[in-house]
């Protein structure tokens, strides 16, 4: 499989001064030392819970933070230092769909023009075009016509949410980074959303890596899965793997908390105890060693490395 993007070594520390009226300044480690590539034409799934560092990884990407450290290489470079119109040919490749689509779109533009926008900026096609364009969108989209003279507040939340996907197509991209898309919609509108970015993936022929903080919802679209906990990766699988047999027992837990649809079957929940500890002061040795229902005094001591099991199966965890 050849890799669209590749991450090395990705760090993201944010710096906090004065903590507790302490005098020395203290670094919040959202993203830390995360690799992993993605493949063409796949969508990657990253999953966590919040605060995990998987949204921050997602902005790196974008170029929309830039990384404390590491690589993230596109096509042959590194793009965590681009600048002036080679960072602008890049933001045609890779997009970004926000979580919050009332946020992300213009109160005071129409559809039609926030649509339109990314094409002038890059030059996309024609000035004569662009009104075409922007219809052809709208109806890759499932919305009609008539929209384009609407403004978001005239729309739903996963109408709204389909003019960001169009905002983002609307570049001709290779790579969109979903930044947990469907969080903020129902869930029956969850699905159709689902659905449309299934549908707009064959017929555009893009690469996604789709954020999200349950393994339900990214079940529904992913070929592979990585798992974050407190800024970084623990577990990266494909999805039948990932699903039929999970090994980090974070991941265990993540799974037991699906619900499932008929009441009568049982599922033995793992209630994970504790809260997440803060990325200001993570434990030493495997950060999940506080809350791990398997954890072992080397766990205490020792950072777990990422190692690869059969099936290209990876697991950051002392058992194995
Ligand atoms: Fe649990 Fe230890 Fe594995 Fe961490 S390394 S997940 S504490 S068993």
């Known amino acids: 499989m050849e890799a669209l993007l590749q991450v090395k070594n990705l760090k993201q520390y944010f710096h906090v001064e004065n903590v507790f009226l302490s005098q020395k300044n203290s670094y919040v480690k959202a993203v830390d030392d995360v690799s992993f590539d993605i493949y063409k034409g796949e969508t990657l799934g990253l999953v966590g819970e919040s605060g995990c560092g998987k949204s921050t990884t997602g902005k790196m990407l974008v170029n929309l933070l830039k990384p404390t450290s590491g690589e993230v290489i596109f096509q042959g470079q590194d793009i965590c230092n681009l600048k002036g119109s080679k960072k602008r040919s890049l933001s045609k490749e890779i997009q970004i769909i926000f979580q919050d689509p009332y946020a992300s779109l213009n109160p005071r533009m129409t559809i039609g023009d926030i649509i339109a926008e990314p094409m002038k900026i890059n030059n996309i096609c024609l000035k004569g075009e662009i009104e075409k364009n922007v219809l052809r969108l709208l109806d890759c989209v499932g919305l009609s016509s008539y929209h384009r003279n609407r403004f ?45 970015l299934k549908d707009l993936q064959k017929e555009f022929d893009l690469t996604y890596l789709f954020i999200a903080h349950g393994l339900n919802v990214v079940k529904h679209i992913s070929d592979r899965v990585g798992v974050m906990y407190l800024g970084k990766l623990v577990e990266l699988a494909d999805d039948k793997n990932l699903y039929s047999d999970p090994k980090h027992p974070y991941t265990q837990a993540l799974l037991s908390a699906i619900p499932v649809p008929d009441p009568k079957k049982k599922k033995n929940r793992i209630i994970l105890k504790g809260d997440v500890p803060s990325p200001l002061n993570p434990p030493k040795g495997c950060r999940f060693h506080t809350r791990c229902f398997k954890c072992m005094d080397i766990c205490k001591e020792k950072e777990p490395l990422l190692k690869t099991l059969d099936n290209s199966h990876q697991v950051a965890c002392h058992l194995y």
């Open 152 to 196: 978001p507040h005239e729309f739903s939340g996963g109408q709204r949410q389909r003019v960001g996907i169009a905002r983002a197509l609307a570049v001709n991209p290779s790579l969109i980074i979903c930044d947990e898309p469907v969080s903020a919609l129902d869930v029956s509108i969850q699905a159709q959303v689902l659905n449309l």
